[in-house]
């Protein structure tokens, strides 16, 4: 009877656990990066011989081996790689937009601006004299200059902007390190197959998937799942043997920036938000050299061409421009009306006659018309690869998913089967106990 009692003894532990379990996976059914877990369970033996005594008997039953995490090694592996590369498209098409905003002629006006300087031009070539259209032609100069300083201007905000969260998302990214490695600690102490070690597991896996979203880096594990990370790219350690190697952040004067490992290594990433935050300041700052470029050449154009005439008094043209250096620093010269150099030694209208000629296949406007042009392609290219990036991650998310997510109908059933389970162990000691009892009583 004994043994009849000890084996409803062990069904009770064994489904009281499995129902916590059951119970735990149901009220983590919405819990990020919590994986389902079953218990493992296992026959106890009936009988056996030990070392000391032959044909030893104990009582049979169930024994519980511990909690198994469902998942799939691959298929995290996947949705974290497919995950780093959205991040990375995702992080950079944001501030590509951003550009082709600041860029654009309802920001800053260029286009429109350069329109009005060559149509002030032309109208001045039929009445040169004309104060009006003469303070048009300055005023469409200085729209122009003021339309460079602004677009400059956003650019060096955007510049900054991708600094300073790059600072940010580099302090997030050490903080997930240290907090990995502490994982690393408790999953050392841990009971193997405890409830505890499978929460450990899960903040581990969630802290991995975040770091990778961040960055490239590649997991392995040793046989109580601590972690040891490193750089995909260059294979530095970044956590394991009890250590945290952080990453910091450089911006250089134009604003690129770039990271490295404590102790210098660079820490290249091709995946993950850093790497589009890298990508992102690198396309900046060639749109801010492209524009300090098209403004000094457009302003070097205007400005020899206006002092090649001669204005309303016969003296020669000024420059229409200063500070051509960049185009952050550009603006319109102070001229009057009268120092509009619309006229040459051919006529009163020559030089504007030859300022308008200026337009063409290589001017100005054709030249920046191009400029947005090729922006608007990167752009485009840049949604069309995060479009893709997107639904990859998507589609391995849903697989991992498939495996590790809890799937609330599969967890009543269980609940069902597990409490008539647990039931039925309890109606065994019963019926042991009454055995007991009726052989008790008829002696």
């Given at each position: 009877?004994?043994?009849?009692?000890?084996?409803?003894?062990?069904?009770?532990?064994a489904y009281?656990r499995?129902l916590a379990?059951?119970?735990?996976?149901i009220?983590?059914?919405q819990?990020?990066g919590?994986?389902?877990?079953?218990?493992?369970?296992?026959?106890?033996?009936?009988?056996?011989?030990?070392?000391?005594?032959?044909?030893?008997?104990?009582?049979?039953?169930v024994?519980?081996?511990?909690?198994?995490?469902?998942?799939?090694?691959?298929?995290?592996a996947?949705?974290?790689?497919s995950?780093g590369?959205?991040?990375?498209s995702?992080t950079?098409?944001?501030?590509?937009?951003?550009?082709e905003?600041?860029?654009?002629?309802?920001?800053?006006?260029?286009?429109?601006?350069?329109?009005?300087?060559?149509?002030?031009?032309?109208?001045?070539?039929?009445?040169?004299?004309?104060r009006?259209l003469?303070?048009?032609?300055?005023?469409s100069?200085?729209?122009?200059?003021?339309?460079f300083?602004?677009?400059?201007?956003?650019l060096?905000?955007?510049a900054?902007?991708?600094s300073?969260?790059?600072?940010?998302?580099v302090?997030?990214?050490?903080a997930?390190?240290?907090?990995l490695e502490?994982?690393?600690?408790?999953?050392?102490?841990?009971?193997?197959g405890?409830?505890?070690?499978a929460?450990?597991?899960?903040?581990?896996?969630?802290?991995?998937d975040v770091?990778?979203?961040?960055?490239?880096?590649?997991?392995?594990?040793?046989?109580?799942?601590?972690?040891?990370l490193?750089?995909?790219?260059s294979?530095d350690?970044?956590v394991?043997?009890?250590?945290?190697?952080?990453?910091s952040?450089?911006?250089?004067?134009?604003?690129?920036?770039?990271?490295?490992?404590?102790?210098?290594?660079?820490?290249?990433?091709?995946?993950?938000?850093l790497?589009g935050?890298?990508?992102?300041?690198?396309?900046?700052?060639?749109?801010?050299?492209?524009?300090?470029t098209?403004?000094?050449?457009?302003?070097?154009?205007?400005?020899a061409?206006?002092?090649?005439?001669?204005?309303a008094?016969?003296n020669?043209?000024?420059?229409?421009?200063t500070?051509?250096?960049?185009?952050?620093?550009?603006a319109?010269?102070p001229?009057?009306?009268?120092?509009?150099?619309?006229?040459?030694?051919?006529?009163a209208n020559?030089?504007m006659?030859?300022?308008?000629?200026?337009?063409?296949?290589?001017?100005?406007?054709?030249?920046?018309?191009?400029h947005i042009?090729?922006q608007?392609q990167a752009t485009?290219?840049?949604?069309?690869?995060?479009?893709?990036?997107v639904?990859?991650a998507?589609?391995?998310?849903a697989?991992?998913?498939?495996?590790?997510?809890?799937?609330?109908?599969?967890?009543?059933a269980d609940?069902?089967?597990?409490?008539?389970?647990?039931s039925?162990?309890?109606?065994?000691?019963q019926?042991?106990?009454e055995?007991m009892?009726?052989l008790l009583?008829?002696?």
């Amino acid at each position: 009877m004994s043994d009849l009692l000890n084996i409803g003894a062990s069904g009770l532990r064994a489904y009281s656990r499995a129902l916590a379990t059951v119970g735990d996976n149901i009220a983590n059914a919405q819990t990020p990066g919590y994986a389902r877990r079953t218990l493992a369970l296992r026959e106890a033996l009936g009988a056996g011989d030990s070392s000391l005594v032959r044909a030893n008997v104990r009582p049979g039953g169930v024994d519980v081996q511990g909690v198994n995490r469902s998942v799939d090694a691959w298929l995290t592996a996947d949705s974290r790689i497919s995950s780093g590369n959205a991040e990375r498209s995702g992080t950079k098409l944001a501030w590509l937009d951003r550009v082709e905003t600041a860029l654009s002629d309802e920001t800053n006006g260029i286009k429109t601006g350069l329109t009005k300087v060559f149509t002030t031009a032309d109208q001045l070539t039929a009445d040169p004299s004309n104060r009006t259209l003469r303070s048009q032609f300055l005023q469409s100069v200085d729209d122009v200059a003021s339309g460079f300083r602004t677009a400059a201007g956003q650019l060096s905000d955007m510049a900054e902007g991708i600094s300073d969260e790059a600072t940010s998302a580099v302090d997030q990214f050490n903080a997930d390190l240290n907090a990995l490695e502490q994982i690393n600690v408790g999953l050392r102490k841990a009971r193997p197959g405890s409830t505890g070690e499978a929460t450990l597991l899960d903040e581990r896996d969630r802290l991995i998937d975040v770091l990778s979203a961040q960055g490239g880096v590649t997991a392995t594990f040793d046989d109580r799942g601590a972690a040891t990370l490193r750089a995909t790219g260059s294979g530095d350690m970044l956590v394991g043997g009890g250590t945290v190697s952080p990453i910091s952040a450089t911006t250089a004067a134009d604003g690129r920036v770039s990271f490295s490992i404590s102790g210098g290594a660079p820490f290249t990433t091709a995946t993950g938000s850093l790497a589009g935050l890298s990508e992102a300041s690198n396309h900046v700052a060639d749109q801010r050299a492209a524009l300090d470029t098209m403004a000094g050449e457009f302003a070097g154009q205007l400005n020899a061409a206006h002092q090649a005439g001669t204005d309303a008094d016969g003296n020669p043209g000024a420059a229409l421009f200063t500070g051509t250096a960049s185009a952050a620093t550009l603006a319109a010269a102070p001229l009057t009306a009268d120092q509009v150099a619309a006229g040459d030694a051919s006529g009163a209208n020559g030089n504007m006659l030859k300022l308008g000629a200026m337009r063409g296949a290589n001017d100005p406007e054709s030249k920046w018309a191009g400029h947005i042009a090729t922006q608007g392609q990167a752009t485009a290219s840049a949604r069309a690869q995060d479009a893709a990036a997107v639904t990859r991650a998507d589609a391995a998310a849903a697989a991992r998913g498939a495996v590790s997510e809890v799937d609330l109908d599969r967890e009543a059933a269980d609940l069902m089967r597990f409490q008539q389970a647990y039931s039925a162990a309890a109606r065994t000691i019963q019926v042991a106990r009454e055995t007991m009892q009726a052989l008790l009583s008829a002696v």
